[in-house]
């Protein structure tokens, strides 16, 4: 084989490429006649190496991870890999089941900043070395003439879109959706701001916010819910709107607040429904000129923001139905074991509760009037506890509350306000209280306390008995 001569080939029209991609694709066309080998040319992306150009194979990875298989090592190492062995390499990418030894140098511009790889995979006994010096030369003849073109091709706005809506639809919480809202805005609109209004609630602040951010805040802090309420009417009222920065042309009405901080070029996109949605802003304090693909993008980029709130709405709201009772709203035996196994010793008081006579209701008037009974008389010993404390329904008539005092009479105290407001309901109710001692099971605390409500319904019930220390 004449190395030189392959080079030559190569290389000869290498000047005449017009774009990086073409480069890469006359690169690995001139190489392939020279060996049966599978050729690829792989180029830095933003999530790792994206495939340019490739020979023809049963599999090429367009796109591989940062430091995934031999070629992610070679560009993150920068050092070439001579595999003679792919079996006993574990880094090794599949392509086809008969490969045997693979080649990779990494590609350089002439500042020797690594843009890619050429890798070559053999299936057939191949001597390396001579080749290890031919691709390494085709590699850097190729950087250089990547780097006279402007370097690797950019990431679409498209495919930036797409890439940030991957990470809208796995962001945990709705503080997380605005601000990959908020930067996939930025990135693809080009513009230096964006906001994301939802709720009256303005998504989480970048931790280097820009200067013009700065100002936007504060001034929609300042202006108030309802000037913050008008963008996001006129958003929906009206749709998607920009604006051009004409000088001469004083802005509209609802956007001083934006204005005033300085902002000279808007998008305002709507976000979600009318009555519970909220309104996109990107913006930039240079007059520019955004055109309408860029606004479109802006509107596909809030309906999936939207789409990722409402999910994760949904999802707290089957969560809250699954650990709620659904006769009278109130946490049930799930979220009640959670909390008393967080239980203070000597500071959080079990208040177990029973309404007197509940199965008669139920024997005389029937099960509807219990269950109006039962919701009647939740609301009333949730109106008569303190702001903090917690009332569960742990059983057909049966209620638990977990509440917080300094000292136990404190939990007495308490236990009989809600005696008296059954009372103003036309019921009554046992109550027995205990608090944890230290070392002591939460199961073993709620035991005390249902000892000391049974003792209550034996002295003729309708009252209150704290459980001995």
Partial sequence: MDHQRVIRDVTARLPMASSAPEACRWT?????????????VLLAAHDGLRCVAATGAWQVFATVPARTGIVGRVYATCA????????????????????????????????????GVLDLQWS??????????????????????????????????SEKLL?????????????????????????????STALLLIGGQLGPSPATPGDLETRIRAELAGAGP??????????????????????????????????????????AVP?????????????????????????????????????S?????????????????????????????????????????LLAIDVDGFKTVNDTYGH???????????????????????????????????IEVSRPEEAVRIAERLTEAARRVGRTISVGVALPRPGETPDRTLKRADQALYAVKRQGRDGVLLAAA
Avoid: K, N
Wanted: with cysteine; aromatic share 4%; charged share 25%.
């Fill in 28 to 40: 690995v066309t001139a190489l392939s006649r020279h060996t049966p080998a599978t050729i690829s």
């Fill in 80 to 115: 070439p890999a001579v595999v003679p062995d792919v079996t006993v390499d574990p880094d090794y990418l599949p392509v086809r089941p008969d490969v045997t030894a693979e080649l990779c140098v990494p590609v350089s511009d002439p500042t020797g900043r690594v843009i």
């Fill in 124 to 157: 057939e006994p191949t001597d390396l070395e001579p080749w290890r010096e031919t691709a390494q030369r085709l590699a850097d003849r190729l950087g250089a003439r990547i780097a006279a073109l402007g370097g690797p091709p950019a990431e679409s706005r």
């Fill in 163 to 191: 890439r940030h809506a991957a990470a809208l639809s796995s962001a945990p919480t709705e503080g997380e959706v605005m601000g990959v809202a908020a930067r996939a805005a930025r990135e693809v609109s080009t513009l």
């Fill in 226 to 267: 309802a000037a913050q309420d008008r963008m996001v009417d006129r958003a929906h009222r009206y749709g998607a709107g920009y604006t051009l920065g004409e000088a001469g042309h004083p802005p509209t009405e609802d956007y001083r607040p934006l204005t005033r901080a300085g902002v000279r070029t808007l998008v």
């Fill in 271 to 307: 976000v979600g429904p009318t009555d519970a949605g909220g309104v996109l802003l990107v913006a930039d304090e240079r007059a520019l000129r955004p055109d309408p693909t860029t606004v479109s993008l802006m509107e596909l980029l809030a309906g999936q923001a939207w789409t």
């Fill in 309 to 349: 709130v409402d999910r994760l709405r949904t999802l707290a709201r089957l969560r809250e139905q699954a650990s709620s009772d659904p006769l009278t709203g109130l946490r049930h035996t799930g979220p009640f074991g959670q909390r008393i196994a967080a239980a203070t010793p000597g500071r959080t008081a």
């Fill in 368 to 402: 509807q009037a219990g269950d109006r009974v039962l919701v009647g008389l939740a609301r009333a010993l949730e109106g008569a506890l303190r702001h903090g404390d917690e009332l569960y329904r742990i059983g057909g008539d049966e209620f638990v509350a977990v």
